[in-house]
């Protein structure tokens, strides 16, 4: 029998709970040394000291305002370039290579770079972070302008539309579901990076927050800090994938889906 | 389009590129652009010495080892999570938050269960590529083919004949879509495991130069970075032709010649 909406809901919640109850368990019969892996209480315990600290929430506030400013930045390029990029088939055949290239060269090869240009700096972070997010975006805009339908592009020719009337009525609409599926792995991405950045560069924010809490044997509050680092994973996650289901309302694909 | 005129539109713009920044840089003054020439030079003496045996190949090792363990204990689990409905609701939100954690955060986490050796390396790149490939297997178990699951069961297929000839199969397209993601987030892990604690590897090496402001040598490590991110996506683009061959095959049947 397939389980129904709600008694996945519980399913779910029990399964969730009985993740936390685990967790809490292991260390306490001493399955693993509770220096290694602190009980759940203890983690909620330093979770809710941290929220009470202005420190977490400058560090917080520091790794969103990098992931944020990088991801415009990387979308910003991404669809303008690649719009670019896409609608001329000649400039599409003499760069695939290089994007090719360039795209599975890992941004934290550029590390040392960022460190050496900018320090410990905003700009550090936001090198890393648009580097690697960019291509994302990217790649997905141009196989979206290359899916433009021939007949539409034909027949917004007959019909007289300008250069930007074709791009705002015909290329936008069959790129934009690409587009935001190359925002939603880019924001993923992003916040990826920012962490990093934070935590081998030591930029300000969570990621250098989980570096000091663990060479200063901070045990709970290392992973109270890592919780939040994955909650702030599923949020970006999730409203990412909202803003999708918002831009793409009209999109048949999204039409289908809704209840 | 001829083969030759293919050849040269995809290298036209690589060549030209590098061709800008060996003429660019060459008599470049500033010490953290140093010209392309140094650049190579550094890295031929760098890399292609002893540090190939001492750093490189124990990285990449480590790097596949990890691989190989996460594609292990994904495929296992994804199978048994995809195949059941009920156990798939229950650790749903559970996934979701395990794969939403920042991957380079478990290195402080291994640090501290694992030290910094060799061990802590493989764990942190192989629990970053678990998730990946955990979840693409549930998602192309979930959607096997019903028709073939009818199939199987009226001729009485079942245990590991059905595993292999059923589930594995059905999931591989999206198995090896989770490999290729997981292979992206493992070099990433390979580096900073080796930025962050270690006295051996390429991430430790680049590190050293750039802390020891030894450019050009620097330089070729990024360099090196990148060139080897290409050659193993090349690799797995390879591997994937190999191993889904036939899903390619089919899916070009299934479209009608064109």
């Known amino acids: 029998m397939r389980p129904g909406r709600r008694q996945r809901w519980w399913l779910g919640a029990s399964g969730l709970l009985g993740f936390l109850l685990l967790l809490e368990l292991v260390p306490r019969a001493g399955l693993v040394p509770d220096r290694y892996l602190p009980p759940t209480s203890r983690i909620a315990g330093a979770l809710a000291d941290e929220l009470g600290e202005p420190a977490f929430w400058r560090a917080l506030g520091d790794t969103l305002q990098g992931w944020a400013v990088g991801l415009a930045l990387a979308v910003g390029a991404g669809v303008g370039l690649g719009l670019l990029v896409g609608s001329v088939p000649a400039l599409r055949a003499a760069t695939s290579s290089t994007i090719e290239f360039l795209r599975p060269i890992p941004s934290v090869a550029l590390i040392p770079l960022a460190v050496l240009l900018f320090g410990t700096d905003l700009r550090s972070k936001l090198l890393l972070v648009v580097y690697a997010s960019f291509w994302q975006v990217l790649v997905q805009v141009v196989a979206g302008v290359r899916d433009v339908d021939p007949v539409a592009m034909d027949t917004a020719h007959s019909y007289g539309l300008g250069r930007w009337g074709r791009i705002r009525h015909v290329v936008w609409p069959t790129a934009l579901p690409y587009a935001m599926t190359g925002f939603r792995l880019a924001a993923a991405v992003a916040l990826i990076l920012a962490i990093t950045a934070e935590l081998i560069i030591g930029s300000p924010g969570l990621g250098r927050e989980i570096a000091v809490a663990q060479t200063s044997g901070a045990v709970p509050a290392m992973y109270a800090l890592v919780v939040v680092a994955g909650l702030l994973g599923v949020g970006v996650n999730l409203a990412a994938r909202a803003l999708e289901r918002q831009v793409l309302a009209w999109h048949p694909a999204t039409r289908r889906e809704a209840p | 389009?001829?083969?030759?005129?293919?050849?040269?539109?995809?290298?036209?713009?690589?060549?030209?590129?590098?061709?800008?920044?060996?003429?660019?840089?060459?008599?470049?003054?500033?010490?953290?652009?140093?010209?392309?020439?140094?650049?190579?030079?550094?890295?031929?003496?760098?890399?292609?010495?002893?540090?190939?045996?001492?750093?490189?190949?124990?990285?990449?090792?480590?790097?596949?080892?990890?691989?190989?363990?996460?594609?292990?204990?994904?495929?296992?689990?994804?199978?048994?999570?995809?195949?059941?409905?009920?156990?798939?609701?229950?650790?749903?939100?559970?996934?979701?938050?395990?794969?939403?954690?920042?991957?380079?955060?478990?290195?402080?986490?291994?640090?501290l269960v694992a030290g910094i050796g060799t061990t802590m390396k493989v764990l942190v790149i192989s629990s970053g590529c678990l998730w990946p490939i955990l979840l693409n297997t549930v998602e192309g178990v979930r959607a096997r083919d019903e028709v073939l699951e009818d199939t199987c069961r009226a001729y009485g297929i079942r245990g590991p004949a059905r595993l292999r000839h059923l589930v594995l199969r059905a999931a591989s397209p999206q198995i090896v879509t989770g490999l290729r993601q997981a292979l992206a987030i493992g070099i990433i892990l390979m580096v900073i495991s080796e930025m962050f604690a270690a006295s051996s590897g390429l991430g430790f090496t680049i590190i050293q130069f750039q802390r020891g402001f030894a450019i050009p040598e620097m330089w070729s490590g990024i360099l090196l970075l990148g060139l080897l991110g290409v050659v193993l996506s090349l690799g797995f683009r390879g591997l994937e032709r190999w191993v889904l061959g036939w899903y390619h095959g089919l899916r070009r049947a299934q479209r009608g010649p064109s």
């Open chain 2, 1 to 111: 389009m001829t083969a030759a005129r293919r050849v040269l539109v995809a290298v036209g713009l690589p060549v030209a590129l590098l061709a800008l920044w060996w003429v660019a840089s060459a008599d470049s003054q500033s010490f953290y652009l140093p010209p392309l020439r140094q650049i190579l030079e550094a890295f031929a003496d760098v890399w292609l010495g002893p540090r190939l045996v001492d750093d490189v190949l124990p990285s990449l090792a480590r790097l596949l080892a990890g691989l190989a363990l996460a594609a292990v204990a994904g495929v296992a689990l994804g199978v048994v999570v995809g195949g059941s409905l009920r156990l798939r609701a229950a650790l749903e939100p559970v996934l979701e938050f395990l794969r939403a954690i920042p991957p380079p955060v478990l290195v402080p986490i291994f640090i």
